[in-house]
């Protein structure tokens, strides 16, 4: 597995409960823009849509090589999971106000993009500094350490 890209504000933004393996719908020149890197999720989130997930704000950079096709950069992009977790996420979404967000973009075993989305919780400001409180502490345990 090749890691192209990761969210690192997610964990810090989100309590994330549960994480899903997605394949993502990518046309022409994506596919060799996504294996280079050029790929953004910061900003990214998905959607539900007539039973459907989409990713949105997900920015993949046009690839330079292209002459003519180059699609919109920041489109929205289907992703494939099984219906049955489709059903799962639709109830969770809706009804208790969970978030998808993409936790990272990677290349499987079989050479396939795949999404990693997590199902999360928003988490409070004050949360946020009382985990960077207890990190900080963490190393500071660990640089007095012997």
Known sequence: MKVIATNKKAEHDYYILERYEAGIVLEGSEVKSAR???ISIKEGYAIIENGEIYLINVHISPYE???SFQPDPKRKRK???HKH??????GKVQR???TLIPLKVYINE???IKVELGLGKGKKLIDKREEI???EAERERQRFRW
């Open 96 to 98: 208790r106000g969970f």
């Open 79 to 81: 992703l494939l999971l």
């Open 85 to 90: 977790e489709i059903k799962r996420l639709i």
């Open 110 to 112: 079989r050479g396939y």
């Open 36 to 38: 280079n890197g050029n």
């Open 65 to 67: 090589k292209t002459s």
């Open 133 to 135: 409180r207890r990190k």
